[in-house]
């Protein structure tokens, strides 16, 4: 039966961002090589050796790298030199075979050399030999089109060295761009990706990086003795009778790498999976600094179960309880070596732990206090986070655990409603006062984030008023936002929660049945009215069953009235307010009040309201008090308040009818802090003063 090379190149997958793979494949057939050459492990460490050469191409193109630094030129391809055993007879009869069994022993299935053809344009091998008494040589190429060029043993010299030197060229533009693209970053993932041959104790020839960009060559066993802890930790677990081995690492070259378990096949490493143990994270440090670990692990049942391609194992996750006795499954190897792994780790995770749940307490007492009602719910294991997490990272890992709690809540709800005809009345008496006791937790915690939404509003609004180093101040849009999103209305935004209002006054906070910010009047449905003005904000309290269903009227205290707000803010610390529309706020404000009464308001259903001219309005200008504001108010016969920061009056006048209020920002802060501070006070988190 033949098997055809493009067929198989076709149906071989190799991601771009694996596009240094072939590079890997062959390092680690040099190191097969060498051990073949010296079997003894101590020869392997002291004898074998590998160069690594890394060919860029000649023209210089733009690539984002450290400033100052000379720029990367594009790498073309690599050269892999060994002193390995080199292509004998048995080893050629191997190559020339797609799939072959000579050394699955070391996990060898035929596919690596494959991979050099999927990402490189052309392969050429020169390599001499020891058969019998004499030495030879063989060259060849391997491509797609023409698959194996060459080969034939030629006798050379006894004094010519024994090793094989690999030529990859032509690295596709998809690969190479992928891929990293320095001498060190190249030198610390081949570290990475053999690592297992490092950590075993089966010895690791001398490996070297040389690139023509560098000072001086890399060797990676400096590079490991650098970057590894002091020493590694061998141990053997039994798993439903099946033994395996795992080698615990610090591997402290790359701070992004995550923490894994590695699992190998044929002295190969074939997958990692990132290990999720509570206080292992990116902070976690012993005496010598952070780290990442890596856990190591070999069996026969891996070699056996080892995918052809080597990129995982005939392994289920998980196993049907069918089999659960006798079939291992992932799951039962995790299970199995997490605790050596924590054992392993010790104090450094104990310590990691601990600062963990300091950092959540301190967010939570200190930023969050919402969460406060809803955290003894959480599971112990919930409780942790990492040390290094940013506020905001917290917050939404705090708020994810809250909709959890909620969905729990949801179906807990749904089970009481339906209890089994089983359960006597203790038993679920306790189950309802334990769901009851969750609800009011969660309610407790809506509100409490409500009130620290607040608080942060508060500080927001305090520090735009400050003035800028360069003496200026945020223009009004700033401001404006905070109170309002521009552009938007109560049809944009559920239940108002895009607004703070309540700055102003509390009872803007509950809902108003239209409510439109920095929108022309013509824009705004129910006013009727044609004019191009744009109000920073307007707001309609009109309700259907009021006009459209008079009968509905009561003497009743507390009755609804439908009313009209207007609000406008300006810039902090503005001057030059003088009379007109155009330059008086309170008369711009006024000016808007009349065109919407003009329009004739209409009622959510579309009808008109019945006498909308005498609607009463509320004004609300929010505006530094400098001295010439302070003149508008008195020629509009407003009135000072006692403590200077706001003037008030109500203007009768029959075309009207409105409330008006000028409030300085100052005083617009001190009343909302004070308003909402036994609230601060009670989370904990006191309020801010100008």
Known sequence: METNLQGRLKNLTLPKKSGLIPLFEAVVNSIHAIEDRFPKPEDVSNKG?????????????????TPGRKPERAIDGFDIVDNGIGFTQTNWDSFNRLDFTYKTDKGCRGIGRLTWLKAFSSVNIVSQFNEGNNKYRRKFSFSKDREVDGGEAEYVPLEEQVGSKLELRGFHKGYASAVEKTGEAIAARLLEHTLWYFVRTSGVPRIFVHDEQLEHEIELNDLFDKHMHAESSHEEVEIKGVKFDITHVKFRLRQDRKHVLSYCAGQRLVLEEALDIPGLTSSVSDHSGAFRYAGYIVSEYLDRRVLAERTGFNIEDDVDDLFSDTEISKHDIRDAVQPLVKKFLGDALERNIRAGKDRLDQYISTVAPQYIPIVKWFEEEEMFVDPGTSDAQLDRTLHTKKYIVEQSLLEEGSKLLHPSLSENYDSYSRRIAEYMEKVQSVKQSDLAAYVTHRRVVLDILTSALNARSD??????????????????????????????????????AFHQHYLGSDKALTSVPITGSTSAKEPDLVAFNIYDDVYDNPHVFSDTTGATQATLTIVEVKRPMREGYKSGEQYDPIEQALGYLRRIREGGVMSKSGRPIPKANELPGYIYVV?????????????????????????????????IKAYIEVIDFTGLLNAAQQRNAAFFEHLGLPSNRL
């Open 49 to 65: 050796r590998i160069d690594i050469y890394i060919h860029r191409e000649v023209e210089t193109p733009s690539l984002d790298l």
């Open 471 to 508: 003496g200026s101040y945020e223009v009004e849009s700033v401001l404006h936002s905070l109170i309002m999103p521009m552009g938007a209305t109560s049809e944009d935004i559920e239940s108002l929660r895009g607004s703070n209002l309540w700055l102003l006054n509390e009872r803007l």
């Open 623 to 655: 505006a530094d008090l400098t001295s010439s504001l302070r003149k508008r108010c008195e020629y509009a016969s407003l009135h000072e308040a006692p403590d200077g920061l706001s003037y008030f009056g109500w203007n009768g006048n029959p075309n």
